[in-house]
């Protein structure tokens, strides 16, 4: 009985090494990078895009909205009979109507944590304003309007804005992430220190994509040879096995 040639045996037995035997009917198709799913390229890649996400998200600030908050507001007047029944409301252009539950009376000041669950009452892009307005709910006639202006962030000073609208109301929102341009009254004692706390994080999240994408690459080309060695060893068996069946026919 003819036994596997010298030079093949290492070959042979190293078979089972990289995984499961392969047929020797069947060779896999050429393998490439693009034809390899993303989660068998970088079977960890899932995990290192969580830790990420979650690194990114725990830092303060980097995802914070520019959200609006009632603090305090005065009425001077409303405009139905009966000031019981008054329904007031906040809107910005495009967005859906805030009922202020609780304000109802004349000359009366209300003040709010700012964590009902009607706030905030809206949130504002970065350096862009919205246009928005105080208004009561009128059953017979077009809601009245106490006033509209600009909602800009660059006119929140320490994190609060004042509006007021003479004879009709007195309002101060507040937005911890507004700031003002330009304006050195607005800037805490702490911005030298939000500064350095800024680029410490950027450095942290350039330093961490930056290791997440360097094993990504590795984890893809070390997968990517140990499949085209799997690929070789595939070939090299058809070939051998071809030889041997020409062998056969020949007699030899």
Known sequence: MRGPRPFLVGFLTNRWV????LSRDAIPPPI???????????????????????????????????TVRLRSIEIFDTHEWLASSATIYF??????????????ENLFLYTFKGEESWQPLTALPDEKCKRCGLYEMDSIKSDDIFDEWELC???????????????EFNATFICNECRPVNSTLAVPNSSKEEKRMNVAMVVIVSALVSIVATAVTVTAYKYWQKRKREQDQARFLKLFDEGDDIEDELGI
């Open 18 to 21: 990289l995984g499961s035997p």
């Open 32 to 66: 490439t990078m693009r034809s390899l799913p993303w989660f068998q390229i970088c079977p960890h890649g899932f995990w290192l895009l969580l830790i990420y996400c979650v690194f990114m998200s725990s830092i303060p600030g980097i995802f914070s909205l520019r």
């Open 91 to 104: 809107h910005c252009k495009g967005e859906n109507k805030t009922i202020l539950p609780d304000v109802k």
């Open 153 to 167: 962030p660059d006119e929140f000073i320490n994190g609060e804005y004042v509006h007021i609208k003479e004879m």
